[in-house]
Every structure is written in structure tokens, then in C-alpha cells.
């Protein structure tokens, strides 16, 4: 005899015996967490006593009122259009590639490189590159451009914008590997009938391709959106999160660790939250696309 | 005539704007390389542009050691592995009970794994940090292991597609033989569940090979660096020295460069399997 | 820390059981138990494991990361091991205080801490034991500094007196024959600085904390008071222009407005400045005597840096201040107190660190070896810094500004606007005061 035990007893020791482990650990670390945060975020606890005085909405309106809170929205802004930028090209070099250019694969292999590097590495390379005598100037100046040559880090007009540029440079060839596989999946019979149809280039463009990657377009949006509004890593290594550079999430951790204000910046990660999925909402309403992708 | 001269200046403009592209991608590359083989006297003489007329291998040398970059990449790769095979052992789990079977609260559970994809990590840690310390293990490796555990969820939704597409029909027949549920997981669905796993595994070691903050946080102690945190260490006290500050930058760099160099096919194919959810 | 080094294979399996333990830990979460005393079962059984090793390893906290680069840290590490059997000593470096901090809101930080400067008076004995038993008392310098309730927690680590910090080969070349010593010359000099190509002032923007003495150290000294910062909790607006606050502000506004600080001052740094500075290509820095030893082994001879106090105002002889540096403390969890406090009184009396560190040295009666201070003392009013009160550093903290620290420098710094923005700053200090008020 052996031991069988029927399926019914099985799939209920099976079920349970899977889910336990990771669900205890997705509980742990992300939704306890969270919850506790929600709660953080209506007290005054500055994060070291034992005391969590109660203070309702007050955070949340000190994040409205106080403009160095809500106000560095606008350096996340760089961020944002940076990488609808990065899309466009990603997007762009993806077309570029899925036609038959001769040596693609070499092409691609050297586009994808930025995404491969350490982050860290990337924006130390890019720090030294925008120092004053740095490479990028010293470029500009040999090729005669020498009046766009600024002060990369310290010009509060650009410093944004070079920052984004960063993560522009590191993430495109994500979005561009994405991109490429979705064009070579579109069924090759599509674009036969808009030749005889006597579509032009640009027509096929629009009307075949562009149709057929709403779904990727919005997932890549979503990936860059989220990105955006969550930059920290670029400003904090290279500007050690200077005012000129500091983004929501830069000023979050200011406020919970310099200012030990961590109930505010409860509140301003809550926030954050909402915003990402809101942003996030509207993007689905304006990009659409179907329900086959997160 | 015409549109084949049409034909021709798009082809051109093609390469051109490809060529662009490469150009803007590896200058970062040459001028990190080609700073950090510069002496001190070659930093202040020569534009970032020039290479050294002899190449200073010493720089290597230094942020080897000064960053402590060996004990970086041992703490790494340990980290690396250990939750790289957790997230394929546990996401093949969760896939395959929320993939193939009915039960209470399974909607619940998949909205908990949406829910947690959206929560910004870096604002919880204070949360995270008492649990770390609860169980013991702040200033460990494992800190890092568990966490990526708890909070990495984006493989759930790849097994969760890959398990759909793994006909029904597969356990069926194993049923038939007698196979018990644990059999077909280990048998069946596991190892067709094999390419979805090198997606994971591609991702979590980019994702984990790239982190600064987690490890920033939770392994203070100076022999407990990840690449990251050496990296951003190594700095503070160099940040005049842009060339050694290229040579550790570079060094860092190698390893990835390297997997990509003999796997590229499979990267490729993680990230689009990755984003791309049917 | 809670384990021992030397016993790899144990630790190993220990830690293990730890991750075993956690899901249990997370299923009693999921069950609707409290996570706090599962936890912390968890966590004692791992650390009596550990308490019951004869080798004690101390963690120590230190900001210095160039010396963990040069390898100084494992020197002291094994000069304090050598003389101190049966314990091991264990460096943490931090490069932003907000990691650290955010080890004190877990509630596992180093045996041996250094002191963040946002934490106020009261909140000492919540984090650390009372020093008072170590005997150090009447041997030392700034021993209330880090006081609370009548029992000391921080002993420094040196003291640091704070002045202009010059290249006297610059001043020569730019006709400079003795050091300012009211505001106008100085900024006379400054001019004549830029004139001949140097760089009269370095900021170090990036760094942040080299710009703390402009708030925290400099109104001081032009209200001629020690304490002036801690009245600053009286004040609806103390960053109207013409208050010492304002004026410090102005200084360094000026300084900027007339190009005397480096050209690309948004993206500077203190160890690229100090090569520079031993250079002369820039003259001066506004720091404290601790610069002095490492402007000299960047490059220069220590006959050619000289020190002095910063002529805030124009008449009068100025304020130099004393204060302590980073402050050593001692662990209120740890599990080694005895072995911690060992390593303060060690750094503090025997390690020869206050004057590696180019510090004054907190022991009474020993020497520093930093000659330039003699030069700094000569031309000032030499007086005992006052430590925080903890209303002030409230305050700070409910109105985000960075006195402490070098953010509300760089915040005044960045606005396109000086005017408006101190009334920005007066404003948040305002509103700062009146919610702690209710």
C-alpha cells in the first residue's frame, strides 16, 4: 500500500504549504509596512520616542502649504518628460532596428549597454563629465559650440535636466529592447496589406505599427511615470539632494531623517502613492489599451 | 529613379541616426576608461578628452583596495544568489496554487500582490527596519536576502502568465498515473516554468546588482558593502580623484558587462518577458 | 553586534534559523497576533547565543571614511585590541546621517555612537548610558555638552575652534601682507584675491556641513554672545536682515553675489577644495582647525597655512569659540556597555586620535599639534562655545530649517532671492513657533 492521500486533502495541504512562507513574507515587508505608514502618517512621531501624538490631517496640509514640500514637484517635472522622451526614442531606435539594417544586431548590442551598468557607476561618470572642465564642455568647445557650455551641476536651469538626461541615458534601452520585440511580433501579413493598399512609410507607421503597440506603449509609459515621480538615487548621489536638485522623495527622507519629522513624511509618501497610482489612472484612460498588461 | 533615391537618403539618414545613438552611448564609456588609466600629473594636464600616453594601471589598484570592491562583489553575489533562487522557488509555488486552483481569498491575495507592486520601498523602511531588527538580523547578509524576498513581488505575475500557458491536460495525465499535486509542481510545472525562471533570474540581478539604498541601510558595517554602497563609500573620501573614482566605476562595471556579453540573447528575452504580460 | 566572527559555522546556522524564524514570526501577523513580542523572543534567543562567547566585538560608529580608505581604521582597531584583550572592534562608516538615524528609530545602532546633531537633550538618556562613571570628568573640556538631567552621555571626540583657514602664499601673491581683521577688509582682500586669478573663498556647496558654520557658528560671534543662537527661540522673525542670523547670511550671500566663492560653487567639495587650497588656487576656507593637518599633507607646508578668526563686524576684537566636535556615546542596548565604554576612554586618552584628527585635544593639559591655533588665539576673544537647548533644536526640526547642518545655507544660497528669501525663512520659523506653542 502506499500512501495516498486523496487529491481533496492534498490540494488543501498543497495550498497551504505554498502560500504560507511567501505570503508571510509579502506581509511582512510590504503590506504591514505600508499600513503602519498610513498611521505614521496622522501623527506627530519624530521617529525616535515612544510617543505618537495624534495630529489628524495636519500633515497632509503642511505638504500643501509648505512649498518647499509640494513645490519640488517640479524638479520630479524634468523627470517626467525626460522619459517621455526616453520612450520617443526608445521607440524610435526600435523601428530603426526591426527594418533590416545591415549589422542590427551590433547596433542593438551597443544601444543596450547603458542599461547594463552599475547605477551608481552611471552617475559618477555622468558627475564627472558635467564638471566645469569636464568632458561634456571641453566637447562643446572644440566643435564651436562653446556658448552652450554651462555649468551642468550648478546652473538651476539645466541641473534638472541633466539629471534627468542620466536616466534617460541608463533606462532608453530598456524600453527600446521592449519595443523592438513588440514591432517583430506584429504578423508580417498586416503590413503586406497596407503595401497593397499603397500605404506610404508613415502611413504604416501610424496606422498599423503605432495601433499594435498601444498595449507596450502604456507599459512602458507606466514603468517611466512611476520612475519619475520616484527619482532619488541621481540627485542623492550627485547633488547629495541640494536644493536646486531635491525631488519628493529626496525631500521625504529629509524630512523623516535630518528633520526627524517622521510622521510628516509619512504623509508625504502616502501621497506619493496616491499620485503614482493616480498618474497612473489617467495615463490607461488617455493611452488605453487593453486589460492584457499590468 | 526618384524613390530610389528616396530610398538611398532614408537609408543613410537611418545609419546616421543609429550611429548618433551609438556614439552618444559609448562616449560616457570612453571617457570613464580613458580617465581612470590617467596618473594624477596626466588628470591635470591633459583634457578629459585625451587618453594618457601611458596608461596608469595603479588606479586599479587603489580602488581595489581602498574600496574594498573584493569583499563588495563576494557580499553581492552571495545576495545575488540566495534571494535570485528564493524568488524562483516561491514564485513557482504561489504561480502554480493561484494558476491552477479555486479556493476562498484567492482574489484577496492577488490584489495584496498588485497592491505591494505599488508601494514605493525607500518610504517604508523605518517599518521594514524594526522587523529586520526583530528577527535578528540587521548587519547581515540575510537582511538584504529576506527583504528581496518580501518586497521584490513582479515575478508572481510572470510565473502567473507562464503557468496559464502550461496546458491543463499535462496535469491531468500525471493525475491519472497517480502523481500527487507536489509531483506535478516539481515535476511538471518547475521545469516547464524554466524560462520564465531565467526571466526572474535576469531581472532580480540586474535589479539587485543596481541597488543602493536597502543595503545603504540595513549593512552599515564597513565589511558588509555591497558594489553599490562600496562604490558610494569609496567616493566620499576621493571625490577629487575623478580617476580613481572611473577605475572603481569601471571595475564595477565589468561583471554585468560580462553576463551581457555571453547572454545577451537571454537578457533580451527576460526583460521583454518581463514587461510583456498576455 | 550581536554575533561573533570567529564563529563562522555556528553563525551561519544561527542565522538561518533566524530566517526559519521570521515566517513564523509573519504567520502570527497573519493570525492577528502582535508581532512585537514574537519578535523580540526572536531576537533574544540569537543574542544570549552570542552574549555567552568569551571574544565581546564592539561596533563603533565613525564619519570617517577616509580613514577605513587609508587603512587607519584597522590600526587603531588592532592598537585598541592589543591592549584590550577579548574584545574586536568592528568599524561602521556612514556618509549621510539619515542611514544612522534611521538605525536609532529601529532601535539597533553601533555600541559606540557618535552623537547626530538632531537630537535634542531630552532624548539622550532614551539611546544612551550615562558616562558619568568613567572618571573622565575633571580631565576633560566640553564634558556638558551632551548633558541631560544632570548626567553626562558624550564625551568629544576633540574640540574644534573655528576661523579662516588661509594659504599665506595666495595672500602674498595677491598683496595681501596680514590677515583681515574687520569685515570691509576682508572683503577688500576677497576682491584682491579674485583680481590675481585665485579663488579667494571655497564653500564647498555639495558637501553641505562645511556650510553649518555660517549659521551655526558665525551669528554667534557677530552677536559677540555664545549663546545667541539658543535666544533665537524668543524671536517671531530672527531672520530679518539686520539680526545676527541675517548677517551671517549676508556674508556668505555677499561672498557669492561677488563672485569670491569658487566659479562652479553649486558643485564643490571639500576633498577636491582642500588640494586646491594647498595649491593656492584657492585661499580660504571657513572651517575649524582640523583642516589645517589635511590642507598640509594635500600638498603644502604647514608654515604656509595660517588661521584666523573670521572679522565679522568692524570693529572689536572677534569671537573665536570653542566647541566639541562629534561626541562619543554609549550604546543603551548594547550588550557589551563595559567593553564600549573602554573604547571612549581609549579614544579619548590614549589613541593619539584628537591630534590625528588635527583636534584640540579634549584632555586637559595635553598639547595640540596644530601650531596655527596659536595664531587664531592671538587675535581673538577666546571663549567656551554653549551647547543646544533643546527648544532650539525643536524648533529647528518643526520648521525645517537646517541650522546644524548647512541646509538653510544652501537654501538661502539656491533662492533667486535674498530678500525674500530669509522673509521665507522668518516665515516657517513663525509657524514652527506657533504650532509648538499650542
Given at each position: 500500500m502506499n500512501f495516498h492521500i486523496s487529491y481533496k486533502a492534498q490540494r488543501m495541504f498543497l495550498i497551504l504549504g505554498f502560500l504560507i512562507v511567501p505570503l508571510a513574507l509579502l506581509v511582512t515587508f510590504s503590506l504591514y509596512p505600508a499600513i503602519k505608514l498610513v498611521l505614521y502618517s496622522f501623527t506627530s512621531w519624530n521617529g525616535l520616542t515612544t510617543s505618537y501624538p495624534w495630529v489628524g490631517l495636519h500633515n497632509y496640509i503642511e505638504i500643501f502649504r509648505n512649498p518647499a514640500l509640494f513645490g519640488v514637484f517640479i524638479h520630479n517635472f524634468s523627470y517626467f518628460i525626460g522619459g517621455l522622451v526616453q520612450n520617443v526614442i526608445a521607440l524610435g531606435f526600435a523601428l530603426l532596428l526591426s527594418k533590416k539594417v545591415k549589422i542590427r544586431n551590433g547596433f542593438r548590442s551597443i544601444l543596450f549597454i547603458p542599461y547594463m551598468l552599475n547605477a551608481v557607476a552611471v552617475v559618477y561618470i555622468f558627475q564627472f563629465m558635467y564638471q566645469d572642465n569636464g568632458a561634456i564642455n571641453t566637447i562643446l568647445r572644440v566643435v564651436g559650440l562653446g556658448a552652450l557650455a554651462t555649468d551642468w551641476i550648478g546652473n538651476n536651469h539645466v541641473i534638472n535636466w541633466a539629471l534627468a538626461f542620466v536616466s534617460l541615458w541608463e533606462y532608453f534601452p530598456f524600453n527600446m529592447v521592449i519595443y523592438l520585440a513588440a514591432i517583430q511580433s506584429i504578423p508580417e501579413d498586416m503590413y503586406e496589406a497596407a503595401l497593397l493598399d499603397g500605404a506610404s512609410a508613415w502611413q504604416t507607421l501610424w496606422y498599423v505599427t503605432l495601433p499594435n503597440l498601444r498595449a507596450i506603449i502604456q507599459v512602458n509609459l507606466l514603468l517611466t511615470v512611476s520612475g519619475a515621480l520616484e527619482a532619488f538615487n541621481i540627485p542623492f548621489i550627485m547633488t547629495n539632494s541640494a536644493p536646486a536638485a531635491a525631488t519628493f522623495l529626496t525631500q521625504t527622507m529629509n524630512v523623516a531623517?535630518?528633520?526627524?519629522?517622521y510622521g510628516l513624511a509619512s504623509a508625504m509618501a502616502i501621497v506619493l502613492l496616491v499620485i503614482v497610482v493616480l498618474v497612473i489612472s489617467i495615463q490607461r484612460k488617455i493611452v488605453g489599451g487593453g486589460d492584457d498588461v499590468v | 529613379m526618384t524613390t530610389k533615391m528616396t530610398k538611398l537618403t532614408g537609408s543613410i539618414a537611418k545609419y546616421m541616426v543609429l550611429t548618433i545613438g551609438v556614439i552618444v552611448v559609448v562616449f560616457p564609456l570612453y571617457i570613464a576608461v580613458v580617465n581612470s588609466l590617467k596618473s594624477n600629473a596626466d588628470m591635470n594636464r591633459l583634457s578629459p578628452l585625451q587618453p594618457p600616453a601611458h596608461p596608469d594601471w595603479q588606479n586599479y589598484v587603489t580602488a581595489w583596495t581602498g574600496g574594498t570592491l573584493g569583499s563588495a562583489f563576494l557580499n553581492t553575489f552571495f545576495i545575488i544568489v540566495l534571494a535570485v533562487v528564493g524568488n524562483i522557488v516561491f514564485g513557482t509555488m504561489v504561480a502554480y496554487v493561484l494558476g491552477r486552483f479555486n479556493f476562498p481569498f484567492k482574489r484577496v491575495i492577488m490584489g495584496a500582490y498588485l497592491v505591494a507592486m505599488f508601494i514605493p520601498t525607500m518610504t517604508v523602511q523605518v517599518a521594514i527596519f524594526g522587523i529586520i531588527k526583530n528577527v535578528g538580523l540587521f548587519d547581515t547578509r540575510y537582511a538584504m536576502v529576506l527583504l528581496y524576498l518580501g518586497t521584490n513581488v513582479v515575478q508572481i505575475y510572470i510565473y502567473m502568465q507562464f503557468v496559464k500557458r502550461i496546458p491543463v491536460s499535462l496535469d491531468e495525465s500525471a493525475m491519472l498515473d497517480g502523481a500527487s499535486y507536489f509531483r506535478i509542481y516539481r515535476s511538471i510545472i518547475f521545469p516547464l516554468l524554466a524560462p520564465a525562471s531565467a526571466t526572474v533570474a535576469i531581472l532580480q540581478t540586474i535589479a539587485i546588482y543596481n541597488d543602493l539604498y536597502s543595503p545603504y541601510l540595513y549593512m552599515p558595517s564597513t565589511n558588509l558593502g555591497v558594489v553599490s554602497t562600496a562604490l558610494l563609500r569609496f567616493e566620499g573620501p576621493y571625490s577629487a580623484q575623478w580617476n580613481l573614482i572611473m577605475a572603481a566605476s569601471v571595475i564595477i562595471a565589468i561583471p554585468l558587462l560580462l553576463i551581457y556579453l555571453f547572454l545577451q540573447r537571454y537578457i533580451f528575452a527576460g526583460i521583454v518577458n518581463g514587461a510583456v504580460r498576455e | 553586534m550581536l554575533y561573533c566572527e570567529n564563529e563562522k559555522g555556528d553563525l551561519e546556522v544561527k542565522k538561518w534559523v533566524a530566517v526559519a524564524s521570521i515566517t513564523g514570526v509573519s504567520a502570527l501577523v497573519l493570525a492577528g497576533c502582535g508581532t512585537q513580542n514574537a519578535g523580540a523572543s526572536a531576537n533574544n534567543t540569537s543574542q544570549t547565543g552570542a552574549a555567552s562567547q568569551a571574544v565581546k566585538t564592539i561596533t563603533v560608529l565613525t564619519n570617517r571614511t577616509d580613514m577605513q580608505a587609508n587603512g587607519m581604521l584597522k590600526k587603531y582597531a588592532q592598537a585598541f585590541e592589543k591592549t584590550h584583550p577579548g574584545i574586536t572592534v568592528k568599524w561602521q562608516t556612514f556618509v549621510d546621517n539619515s542611514t544612522v538615524q534611521a538605525q536609532m528609530n529601529g532601535g539597533t545602532y553601533p555600541d559606540v555612537m557618535l552623537i547626530l546633531p538632531n537630537i535634542t537633550p531630552n532624548e539622550l538618556p532614551q539611546f544612551f548610558v550615562p558616562l558619568d562613571t568613567l572618571g573622565l570628568d575633571n580631565k576633560i573640556y566640553f564634558k556638558d555638552f551632551q548633558s541631560y538631567g544632570g548626567h553626562v552621555y558624550g564625551i568629544p571626540t576633540f574640540g574644534d575652534v573655528n576661523g579662516i583657514v588661509y594659504n599665506k602664499a595666495a595672500f602674498k601673491k595677491a598683496g595681501i601682507t596680514s590677515p583681515p581683521t574687520t569685515l570691509n577688509a576682508f572683503y577688500a582682500d576677497c576682491a584682491k584675491l579674485k583680481k590675481h586669478g585665485i579663488i579667494p573663498i571655497a564653500l564647498n556647496y555639495t558637501d553641505k556641513w562645511p556650510l553649518a558654520n555660517w549659521t551655526d557658528t558665525l551669528p554667534n560671534v557677530i552677536a559677540g554672545n555664545p549663546n545667541y543662537l539658543n535666544t533665537m527661540v524668543q524671536s517671531k522673525a530672527p531672520f530679518t536682515p539686520n539680526s545676527p542670523m541675517g548677517r551671517a547670511l549676508n556674508i556668505v550671500d555677499t561672498i557669492v553675489k561677488n563672485g569670491?566663492?569658487?566659479?562652479d560653487w553649486k558643485n564643490t567639495n571639500w576633498a577636491n577644495s582642500k588640494t586646491l587650497e594647498a595649491q593656492g588656487k584657492v585661499a580660504m576656507m571657513y572651517l575649524g582647525q582640523w583642516a589645517i593637518p589635511q590642507i598640509v599633507s594635500a600638498?603644502?607646508?604647514?608654515?604656509?597655512v595660517g588661521f584666523f578668526p573670521f572679522p565679522a563686524t568692524n570693529q572689536g576684537k572677534p569671537l573665536a569659540i570653542m566647541t566639541p566636535d562629534w561626541e562619543l556615546a554609549v550604546n543603551?542596548?548594547?550588550?557589551?556597555i563595559p567593553a564600549a565604554e573602554e573604547l571612549v576612554k581609549w579614544m579619548v586618552l590614549d589613541s593619539g586620535y584628537p591630534n590625528y584628527a588635527g583636534g584640540l585635544p579634549p584632555v586637559k593639559g595635553m598639547k595640540s599639534n596644530v601650531p596655527q591655533i596659536q595664531q587664531l588665539y592671538a587675535q581673538a576673544k577666546v571663549v567656551q562655545g554653549v551647547p543646544s537647548t533643546t527648544a532650539l533644536t525643536q524648533l529647528e526640526n518643526t520648521s525645517q530649517i537646517d541650522i546644524n547642518g548647512g541646509g538653510a545655507v544652501q537654501t538661502v544660497l539656491n533662492a533667486p532671492n535674498f530678500t525674500s528669501a530669509l522673509q521665507q525663512l522668518n516665515q516657517q520659523w513663525e509657524n514652527a513657533a506657533s504650532l509648538s506653542g499650542q
Open positions: 531623517f535630518v528633520f526627524n519629522n | - | 569670491w566663492a569658487e566659479p600638498g603644502t607646508t604647514s608654515s604656509n543603551k542596548h548594547s550588550k557589551n
